[in-house]
C-alpha cells in the first residue's frame, strides 16, 4: 500500500478573527486538495479543523 502523506496549516487574523484552512494529500502521483474559511475564530480551531477534515477525507479504512 502506497503511503498517503497529508500537509495542513491553518491562520487566522487576530483583530478580525477571520481565518482559513488548508490539508493537500500526496498518495504517489495523486494529490488533492482541501481548503475552507471561517469567521469568529482562532488559530488552534483552524490548525485542528485541517487536519480533521483531511482525516474524514480518506476513503479506504486503515489508510
Same mark, same amino acid.
Given at each position: 500500500?502506497?503511503? /498517503? /502523506? ?7 487574523? $487576530? =483583530? @478580525? *478573527?477571520?481565518?482559513?484552512?488548508? +490539508? !493537500? ?5 495523486? =494529490? *488533492? !486538495?482541501? =481548503?475552507?474559511? %471561517?469567521?469568529? $475564530? $482562532? !488559530?488552534?480551531?483552524?490548525?485542528? @479543523? +485541517?487536519? /480533521?477534515?483531511?482525516?474524514? %477525507?480518506?476513503? =479506504?479504512?486503515?489508510?
Amino acid at each position: 500500500m502506497t503511503p /498517503i /502523506i497529508i500537509h495542513t496549516d491553518g491562520s487566522c487574523e $487576530t =483583530q @478580525t *478573527r477571520l481565518g482559513g484552512w488548508a +490539508a !493537500v494529500l500526496s498518495c504517489g502521483e495523486h =494529490q *488533492r !486538495v482541501l =481548503q475552507g474559511s %471561517a469567521a469568529d $475564530t $482562532t !488559530v488552534n480551531a483552524l490548525e485542528l @479543523t +485541517a487536519a /480533521i477534515k483531511a482525516l474524514k %477525507a480518506l476513503k =479506504q479504512a486503515g489508510s
